[in-house]
T-cell receptor, first 109, second 113 residues
Framework: SQKIEQNSEALNIQEGKTATLTCNYT??????LQWYRQDPGRGPVFLLL?????KEKRKERLKVTFDTTLKQSLFHITASQPADSATYLC????????FGKGTRLHILP | ETGVTQSPTHLIKTRGQQVTLRCSSQ?????VSWYQQALGQGPQFIFQ???????GRGNFPPRFSGLQFPNYSSELNVNALELDDSALYLC????????????FGNGTRLTVT
């Protein structure tokens, strides 16, 4: 079956360091991947979109890559801050959208 | 610019009952999609409406149905509620049917007892 897989374990990163989150997809060829941030009790908030013909996208402290050979996207937050602590969701979109379970990120002061 | 709003925020129902959840899309958006998010899971796509027509559906039974109105607001109806229907139901609007970013509401927390 088509899957988007994210490391479901929480990720603890020291403030100021770079946080890297992984998203892998199987039996699926998304035309693009989207990354969202979700805080407890809130709906997801869109962060970045990357298309299959793009290698990398950046927005302020955020960077996302898309490797169609590895079937993987990496999401980086540089100079991380405690306010970046949240769950980050990866979503693949083709004719339908599939979300991963999300990775909980904790930035430790 | 008004964001996506959902009502109610919380709801408790009994197994076998029916429920209607409502969503007002962001102004200028003509596409609405609904998602079910169980605790600790990612959102699961239920269905999408574009200009009042359903144009995509996930793996949900027919007791999950919906409507989109001329003002692009939407309803999700669930009949014959089951305990496993307990979840956060999210509505999202976007500018077209394709790859535009989704703008989510904060959801309706449904508890089925």
């Amino acid at each position: 079956s088509q899957k988007i897989e994210q490391n479901s374990e929480a990720l603890n990163i020291q403030e100021g360091k770079t946080a890297t989150l992984t998203c892998n997809y199987t039996n699926y060829s998304p035309a693009y991947l989207q990354w969202y941030r979700q805080d407890p009790g809130r709906g997801p908030v869109f962060l970045l979109l990357i298309r299959e013909n793009e290698k990398e996208k950046r927005k302020e402290r955020l960077k996302v890559t898309f490797d169609t050979t590895l079937k993987q996207s990496l999401f980086h937050i540089t100079a991380s801050q405690p306010a970046d602590s949240a769950t980050y969701l990866c979503a693949g979109r083709d004719d339908k959208i599939i979300f991963g379970k999300g990775t909980r990120l904790h930035i430790l002061p | 610019e008004t964001g996506v709003t959902q009502s109610p925020t919380h709801l408790i129902k009994t197994r076998g009952q029916q429920v209607t959840l409502r969503c007002s899309s962001q102004s200028g958006h003509n596409t609405v999609s609904w998602y079910q998010q169980a605790l600790g899971q990612g959102p699961q796509f239920i269905f999408q409406y574009y200009r009042e027509e359903e144009n995509g559906r996930g793996n949900f039974p027919p007791r999950f149905s919906g409507l989109q109105f001329p003002n692009y607001s939407s309803e999700l109806n669930v009949n014959a509620l089951e305990l496993d229907d307990s979840a956060l139901y999210l509505c999202a609007s976007s500018g077209d049917r394709g790859g535009s970013p989704l703008h989510f509401g904060n959801g309706t927390r449904l508890t089925v007892t």
